[in-house]
């Protein structure tokens, strides 16, 4: 049980790297079934949800090679769909891409119905509504999914109800190798769906439209391998660019496609934040009183609701009144009631939050409930006075590669409190017997 220590109050300075993007590897490392051959992956985040995503396939008979920090070699051609151990999958979210890509590649799938961050109801009608339309019978039973095809998949029109980045994904993965053509209108245009279409496409996929409300996907016969390095994490920059705001300081973010980032920096920019698009950086800087604003999330290239809990926290040390409404998750809200303990005025309707900006914030013991909320409490540790321990980061650990170190490298105070080691009794036991 590993936690932060954060002594806060200290503005930031100086650059950062930002790592591939999580969200774009969580589905291109599933999407490997597919490819009967080696996927070279540049760019991959050292994230835990990469780890266990690698540690399943390999529990498939998948071979991974590790080739250098950020590069990982794939090669999927003697993968079976076997049990993996459900504890395994429910540990993750990005485990329902299984769904789609063993579909894809063997014609059935056995995957535990996905676990990840408790944001609320997180259905998968959509994905399913999709496979059936691909001609796939899917049986929920006992936390299972069970998925056949045995016809093979053929193309067909899907529209989704709801615009969903996994259904979106899940899709797009079960049709390149399905007879014919496939259709997805409606679709989710994050940047992370037209990655997994590029990296399909480099692997020999027919994928178009990615990036629009309408993707078209021509089966193909085969994937063969080949490299592909994933985009870098759009959500990572922006919580970098909201520590800045919230903390002050000036911060050059590197390794970032600034046009991902439109979203995020047009808020800041209403805030009192300068931010600077230098191509392949941002340079924040916020050496002001920050403003008052609204924000509302929506599918991209609307405001993410992954980054409202990190904008959030900046929201709380503006002048005036703020007002949050979060539209994608209904349990999004949870690390309003961890600030409380730091001082800040909330008040939560439903979707919608009321932030009465206050002029700061004082550390205390507070705990993580998810991902983005534990990034938020981290950039709260830092913009408060005193003290603050941040518990939970198994959480944060999920998406944030290096987070501790990335912050120490802007000067920010904050380390790790290990905790203390157990005295192993056994090994003497062993020694005496
Ligand atoms: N939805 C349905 N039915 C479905 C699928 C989704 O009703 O079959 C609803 C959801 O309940 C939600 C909305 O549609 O209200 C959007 O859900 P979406 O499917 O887009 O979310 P997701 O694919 O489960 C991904 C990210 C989330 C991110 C959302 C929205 C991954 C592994 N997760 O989730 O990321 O919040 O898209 O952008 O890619 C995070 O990184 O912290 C995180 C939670």
Known sequence: ???????????????????????????????????????????????????????????????????????????????????????????????????????????????????????????????????????????????????????????????????????????????????????????????????????????????????????????????????????????????YMAAVAAVGGEVLVKNVIPKHLECITSKLQEMGVTVKDLGEAVLVKRDGPLHRTNIKTMPYPGFPTDMQPQIGIALCLAQGTSIITESIWDNRYRYLDELKKMGVTVQVDGKTAVIEGVTGLTGAPVSCCDLRAGAALVIAGLAAQGETIVEQIHYIERGYEDLVEKMQGLGADIDYLLAPVEPDHTSNLRAIS
Do not use: W
Request: glycine share 12%.
């Open 1 to 239: 049980m590993d936690r932060y220590l954060i002594k806060g109050g200290k503005p930031l300075y100086g650059e950062v790297e930002i790592s591939g993007a999580k969200n774009a590897a969580v589905a291109i490392i599933p999407a490997a079934l597919l490819v009967d051959g080696v996927c070279r992956l540049e760019n991959v985040p050292r994230i835990s949800d990469v780890s266990l995503l690698l540690n399943i396939l390999e529990q498939m008979g998948a071979t991974i090679r590790r080739v250098n920090r950020s590069t990982i070699d794939i090669d999927c051609s003697q993968a079976r769909q076997t049990g993996v151990p459900s504890e395994l999958m429910r540990k993750i979210r990005a485990s329902y891409y299984l769904i789609g890509a063993a579909l894809g590649r063997f014609g059935h799938a056995e995957v535990s119905m996905p676990g990840g961050c408790d944001l609320g109801a997180r259905p998968i009608d959509q994905h399913i509504k999709g496979f059936n339309a691909l001609g796939a019978k899917v049986e929920v039973e006992a936390g299972m999914v069970y998925a056949k095809a045995p016809d093979g998949l053929t193309g067909n029109a899907v529209y989704l109800d709801v615009v969903s980045v996994g259904a979106t994904m899940n899709i797009m993965m079960a049709a390149v190798l399905a007879k014919g053509k496939t259709t997805i209108e409606n679709a989710a245009r994050e940047p992370h769906i037209v990655d997994l279409a590029n990296f399909l496409n480099s692997m020999g996929a027919d994928v178009r439209g990615a990036g629009t409300n309408v993707i078209r996907v021509y089966g193909t016969g085969q994937l063969t391998g080949g490299a592909y390095s994933i985009i870098p994490d759009q959500i990572e920059a922006g919580t």
